[in-house]
């Protein structure tokens, strides 16, 4: 993809990468993490054959970038067999997670300089989510290393940014070129079905909010055993 630089493209493909060795790190599943990389793959076929950028199919075949994560980590946080590998989850590496906002937002801003995303999708539009990866630290930092603040924090801070990652992901699937767009008609989302950002909306979204759910389950279950997270 010639618009965007090979510096961008690298930097998002790293990001990809450590968002897999945090995710391996709060969870201790190497059967998930094979999974993932095996998802990984495949969208990486389908995004080189453009599978995605073809508009005029219906469904749309933008929803099959970005349902079956969702629907996958809905689907796991939802069946109690699966519970005790939820909530055996490592909180302190599912908090620094989420530093992974910060360069995705930094990659979101090029590809809507290169034309490939509306500018809403950005830091400079509607998209608050880098709020949530430059807060990241700070709360790990306090809750963790200083034990400054509890679990009230902790959770209020994951249901708010919780909330962030709805709302770009409403904005994306609103300005994205399918039957259903409301949104950014003369610069729609079609950078996410080019390979390697097909991983983005179909890897990356998906584990944040796996880590979401699952934190706020976890700490919804300490509330009255104790008010820090040690």
Not at 107 to 114: E, G, H, I, T
């Amino acid at each position: 993809m010639a618009e965007i630089s090979i510096l961008v493209t690298v930097s998002f493909v790293f990001t990809t990468l450590v968002t897999l060795w945090f995710f391996y790190k709060a969870s201790k599943h190497r059967k998930a993490l094979f999974g993932i990389i095996i998802w990984m793959a495949v969208l990486s076929m389908l995004g080189f054959s453009g599978f995605y950028r073809n508009t005029e199919t219906f469904p749309p075949r933008f929803a099959f970038l970005i349902g079956p994560g969702i629907l996958f980590v809905l689907l796991i946080f939802l069946i109690k067999k699966d519970h005790k590998f939820s909530d055996t989850v490592n909180l302190k590496w599912l908090t620094l997670l989420h530093v992974i906002r910060i360069p995705v937002e930094i990659v979101l801003f090029y590809a809507f300089r290169a034309g490939l995303i509306p500018e809403l999708m950005t830091f400079e539009g509607y998209n608050f989510d880098i709020l949530s990866g430059l807060s990241a630290p700070v709360i790990y930092y306090l809750v963790f290393i200083k034990k400054k603040i509890g679990y009230k924090v902790l959770l209020l801070w994951n249901i708010i940014c919780l909330v962030l990652l709805l709302n770009i992901l409403t904005i994306a699937v609103l300005s994205a070129q399918t039957p259903f767009q409301k949104l950014a008609f003369d610069q729609p989302n079609i950078g996410v079905t080019y390979f390697p950002f097909v991983w983005l909306p179909a890897v990356i979204v998906p584990m944040v909010l796996w880590s979401h759910l699952v934190g706020i389950r976890t700490l919804y279950k300490h509330k009255r055993s104790s008010n820090k997270i040690v």
